[in-house]
């Protein structure tokens, strides 16, 4: 018997230290330059368990016992299988599949035709042009996508309209978004492209704030590169960075959409697995709790410490998706639930992931805003997280985290979900200084006309500025703001300016002693637990800086910026060039640790390669 019990005992040892047990690593690169790809799928055969490239094409994957079969796969390149058995780093360089792409269907926003797109595929996956024949043909429209229509801001005369206001915005959900159509082989739609949010996807470092203010304030003045003999002013707001140990406790609800329509891989599987990176920050003084939605609402986890990490993420990995979709229900409970638990001076939020597909109950922009404007009165905040293609509703969600006093990410890979919920993680969840207001007066003698490039939605009356009841946008730990003006100098000739007739009255010399100014900027923000605004002025020297002496934040800014321009086939373009947003990129990589900046020129070739088609596809379509 005592040997049979030893034997036994061998048993369980011998299969507990053989059990591998390991991760395996490595890198995809595109087999033609050389060049990261990231966004590939890794997976093993048979297996459940896959993860994705990151921005510098490196993987990290556990692997299942035995012999396996390591897949790689994405858009534009053939599905490669390699044998994996003792390894622990497997590279692999793919290459591209012209064919498979020989038909895209192009998405665009209420239009869609289906083209042979072999040679703009064929450049984008390679590099290299080819000939192309071109054949356009109908195609039946099963995209639902909503998007709100952006509408440029356009110059404005100083001798008219010298003051200008507007709401801080740091939701980076545009970025996201435009990545996904571009990797998905497609440009995106006009009205999916807000500049200032593709702008303040990156992080820049600007200097944190010194004294009793969470928000610090740092100008560069330059010339335009798309438009010669204009200038360029960056206002970069930094706002105070606290230590992830010093954050005060969190009271977060995870609000999450398990309807029919969340099935697709890229949606709830993909929310499960974002949450679970965000369980992984808890600490023990927070706390969770997880409400869903479908036809109706229900509480799967009521409020859990965040040390039960492991309870946490049961109630999460149990989640399936069906039936309709009762969003402003869900929202109601999810307030409830953290009003219940409320944390006097913690940080509570709801956590939304949704693709924005509400169709049960309260379904209109117009009714989702006024019940998102009450529910925020009770100090809870709310972050929404956007997931999915086909049916995804960005301007409800955007509505939706403007009026909740939080900020908006769209999420199409883990490793989006990775910055947002881990490197983010402080600035994501933790508010600093909420309803951010900037106004800016121009001095006439140095400015004739002045254009905001972006934050359309945050435009606000100059008299908002004053109104403390007045919603504007929040700053969370460490996060960075950057707002872009082109600026036309006193004496240049521009026709973008309009004629109009001089102010008869209301006209004053600017003062000597401010003649050197090119204008003033004013601050307002709210400290979090406070209904009173504090204010900041700094005046700004009109003292503009050579291109090339410029900081490589400002430089990179710009060539975001001019990207955008592109996409948007912005009236105001000028001679923007992907050929330059691309140099002027490289060149301002500066520190880029996560590869996020790489990552960019690597967008911009692909967009570049789109637009090249998509004139050719334009031209055959009118023989």
Do not use: C
């Not at 534009?76 to 590279?91: A, H, I, P, R, Y």
């Not at 006009?190 to 010194?210: G, T």
């Not at 003649?515 to 605004?533: A, F, G, M, Q, V």
């Amino acid at each position: 018997m005592r040997t049979i019990f030893s034997l036994l005992l061998l048993g369980l040892l011998f299969v507990a230290t053989t059990r591998p047990g390991r991760t395996l690593t490595g890198r995809v690169t595109d087999a033609s330059f050389h060049r990261p790809l990231p966004g590939i799928t890794v997976s093993f055969k048979g297996a459940l368990a896959s993860t994705s490239t990151n921005a510098d094409g490196r993987y990290t994957i556990a692997v299942p016992d035995g012999p396996q079969v390591l897949i790689f796969q994405g858009i534009g390149f053939q599905k490669t299988e390699m044998k994996v058995d003792t390894q622990t780093s497997v590279d692999v360089k793919l290459n591209a599949d012209v064919q498979a792409l020989q038909e895209v269907v192009a998405v665009g926003y209420a239009t869609q035709r289906k083209q042979s797109a072999t040679g703009a595929v064929g450049r984008m996956a390679s590099g290299r042009p080819s000939s192309v024949v071109y054949k356009m043909q109908s195609a039946p429209v099963f995209n639902t996508e909503d998007y709100s229509k952006i509408d440029e801001t356009g110059f404005r005369q100083v001798r008219n309209q010298p003051v200008t206001t507007f709401s801080v915005d740091v939701d980076r959900a545009a970025y996201g978004n435009i990545r996904r159509f571009l990797n998905g082989g497609q440009l995106p739609p006009k009205d999916a492209v807000r500049i200032e949010e593709m702008v303040n996807y990156f992080e820049y470092d600007d200097p944190q704030p010194r004294g009793h203010d969470p928000v610090a304030v740092k100008t560069e003045l330059s010339e335009s590169p798309w438009n010669p003999g204009l200038q360029l002013l960056r206002i970069g707001l930094q706002a105070k960075t606290i230590p992830t140990g010093n954050l005060p406790a969190s009271n977060l609800v995870f609000l999450i959409d398990v309807s029919g329509s969340m099935e697709s891989e890229n949606k709830l599987p993909l929310v499960k697995s974002a949450l679970n990176l965000l369980v992984d920050q808890l600490r023990p003084q927070d706390r969770v709790a997880i409400v869903v939605y479908a036809g109706a609402a229900g509480l799967v986890l009521p409020s859990t410490p965040g040390n039960e990490r492991q309870k946490i993420k049961d109630a999460i990995s149990q989640l399936t998706a069906g039936g309709s979709t009762a969003g402003g229900e869900g929202i109601r409970l999810a307030y409830q639930v953290a009003q219940e638990n409320f944390r006097q001076y913690g940080n509570n939020r709801v956590i939304l992931a949704t693709d924005g597909d509400f169709n049960v109950g309260v379904a209109s922009d117009g009714e989702m805003q006024r019940l998102i404007e009450e529910k925020r009165k009770s100090g809870v905040f709310l972050s929404v997280l956007g997931f999915g293609m086909g049916n995804y509703k960005d301007n409800k969600l955007e509505t939706l985290s403007d009026k909740g006093n939080g900020n908006y990410a769209y999420i199409d890979n883990l490793q989006e979900a990775q910055k947002v919920f881990g490197k983010e993680f402080g600035g994501t969840l933790f508010t600093v200084a909420k309803d951010v207001k900037l106004q800016l007066e121009f001095n006439p003698v140095r400015v004739q006309g002045y254009r905001l490039i972006g934050y359309e939605n945050r435009m606000l009356n100059n008299e908002d500025f004053h109104d403390d009841r007045k919603d504007a946008g929040e700053m969370g730990s460490g996060h960075t703001v950057t707002a872009l003006y082109e600026i036309i100098p006193a004496g240049v000739e521009s026709p973008y300016l309009q004629k109009i007739d001089a102010l008869k009255y209301q006209r004053q010399p600017a003062t000597t002693g401010a003649s050197n100014e090119l204008l003033t900027l004013k601050i307002r923000y709210k400290k979090p637990d406070s209904e009173t605004s504090q204010l900041m002025t700094q005046a700004v020297g009109n003292q503009p800086q050579p291109w090339h002496t410029t900081s490589a934040d400002f430089r990179f800014a710009a060539s975001v910026a001019e990207f955008g321009l592109l996409l948007r086939d912005s009236e105001f373009k000028g001679r923007a060039d992907y050929k330059r947003v691309e140099t002027n990129a490289r060149q301002a990589l500066g520190r880029d640790p996560e590869g996020y900046r790489s990552e960019f020129i690597r967008l911009v070739k692909l967009a570049h390669s789109l637009s090249d088609g998509s004139e050719v596809a334009k031209k055959m379509d009118k023989k």
